[in-house]
Structure formats: structure tokens, C-alpha cells
Nanobody, 130 residues
């Protein structure tokens, strides 16, 4: 059974840091595109950061560039999102998602698009507030 489970969310003050984790089971994370997405109340789900596929290239939405870092531990089959210098506007439910790709393929910056994914986790809440 293919499954993604996010963890690491919580309440943090502005300027603080959190590290989100996404543990995968039933498949290996390094075969395909994988990314972090978020959805704030009343807003559409948006791409935050992603790894585009077998080329290992990473992409970030402009609002988190320089503050967030995506990484993957293949041995643990886990995806991470290190979030620094958090702002109140980062408050949202954060999801990880993945899709299988044939070996050697990558989808480039399209990996930030929610429509590219078919497997999603349940989400973890991040609240940035003083």
C-alpha cells in the first residue's frame, strides 16, 4: 500500500524554524517527482518546494526561496522540509505528494503544480504566530 505520512508541524513564533518530515511506504521516494505543498484557510493549495524527478533538481516558490530547504534521505525513504525565518503568512496545512516517473525522467519546475501528483499525505498543520 502506497502511503505518505507527514509530521513535524506545530506552533512557532515569527522568525522561528521547523522541520517537516514525510515518511513514505509502499514505494521508494527516489523514483519520481516529490514535493511539499500547503493550503491556507480560504486559499487554493499551492506548491512550496519540489524535487523534479531523477535529475534531483529542486525548485521553490518565490515566497520561500532562501528560507526553506527541501531534502531527501533515500536510506530512510523520507522527505524533509527545513523551514527557517518563518512568517505568519507561512501558516497553512502542509502536504507532501509524489508521482512515479520512468527512470531518467524529470518534470522540471512543473513539479510545483498540484495537478502533477496522484499520491498525497494527510497533512500537518504549521502555525506561525506570536
Amino acid at each position: 500500500q502506497v502511503q505518505l505520512v507527514e509530521s513535524g508541524g506545530g506552533l512557532v513564533q515569527p522568525g522561528g524554524s521547523l522541520r517537516l518530515s514525510c515518511a513514505a511506504s509502499g514505494f521508494t521516494l527516489d523514483i519520481g517527482a516529490i514535493g511539499w505543498f500547503r493550503q491556507a484557510p480560504g486559499k487554493e493549495r499551492e506548491g512550496v518546494s519540489c524535487i523534479s524527478g531523477n535529475d534531483g533538481k529542486t525548485y521553490y516558490t518565490d515566497s520561500v526561496e532562501g528560507r526553506f530547504t527541501i531534502s531527501r534521505d533515500n536510506a530512510k525513504n523520507t522527505l524533509y522540509l527545513q523551514m527557517n525565518s518563518l512568517k505568519p503568512e507561512d501558516t497553512a496545512v502542509y502536504y507532501c505528494a509524489t508521482r512515479w516517473l520512468p527512470r531518467g525522467m524529470a518534470i522540471g519546475r512543473n513539479c510545483l503544480s498540484t495537478s502533477r501528483y496522484d499520491t498525497w499525505g494527510q497533512g500537518t498543520q504549521v502555525t506561525v504566530s506570536s
